[in-house]
């Protein structure tokens, strides 16, 4: 059985768990508590040296780390349902707003930046917040002004099928709200975001849903 290593508001497993269950695939998960720092126990040191989550690891005990890589690994895999383009174009801009989101978005405001700030730099509530916020208008205001006016786009971020954007999106849209940004004026996002959320496989990925949830 494939063994999903995670936690139930981390984005990047969410991510994973979004494209497992659009692929339809049975899965174990055991929850590494981010907040209590368990991802730096040695047994997860052993999954990913960096002391992060998410790790799938497969069958025959093979590991593998980073969710982009660990969903484009599954849609080779099992590739119905794409979570790709056919197209080389297509592909190409799939892939740079999951990156816009992942790689852009998400660095910045994950669990372990916002501890370094408040731990080691010394900043305050508010000033968290503000950084928290700051960054997410940078990205969703570009991600926006793209998916406007993108031809490309459709019921999801590519398209009438969910692809890797979608999964990337769902997750940093759930996190804005959890920290109560404003997002009036993002409302091609927020149309996405609301109709993936209709889907059972983004239902069943969403943190309230999780074992480890609290």
């Not at 080779?76 to 979570?83: D, G, I, K, N, R």
């Not at 490309?152 to 590519?158: A, L, Q, R």
Request: aromatic content about 8%.
């Amino acid at each position: 059985m494939t063994t999903l290593y995670g936690y139930f508001r981390s984005s990047a497993a969410y991510r994973v768990r979004i494209a497992l269950n659009l692929k339809g695939l049975d899965y174990d998960q055991v929850p590494v508590n981010l907040v209590k720092g368990e991802q730096q126990g040695a047994d997860q040191r052993v999954r990913n040296p960096q002391g992060l989550v998410p790790s799938l690891m497969l069958d025959d005990s093979s590991v593998v780390n980073q969710s982009l890589a660990i969903c484009e690994y599954l849609d080779e895999v099992h590739p119905e349902p794409a979570l790709l383009p056919v197209n080389p174009l297509a592909r190409a801009q799939v892939r740079a707003l999951a990156q816009l989101i992942a790689c852009e978005i998400h660095p910045l405001n994950n669990l372990r930046v916002l501890k370094y700030l408040v731990g080691e730099l010394g900043a305050d509530e508010t000033a968290k917040l503000a950084w928290y916020r700051h960054w997410i208008t940078e990205g969703f205001t570009a991600l926006e002004a793209t998916l406007s006016s993108g031809s490309s786009t459709g019921n999801f971020c590519h398209g009438d099928t969910p692809t890797l954007a979608d999964i990337c999106l769902v997750p940093q849209v759930y996190n804005a709200e959890r920290f109560e940004c404003d997002l009036s004026a993002y409302p091609t996002l927020q149309r996405i975001a609301a109709h993936c959320r209709s889907l059972p496989a983004f239902e069943k990925a969403a943190p309230e849903a999780q074992p480890d949830a609290s």
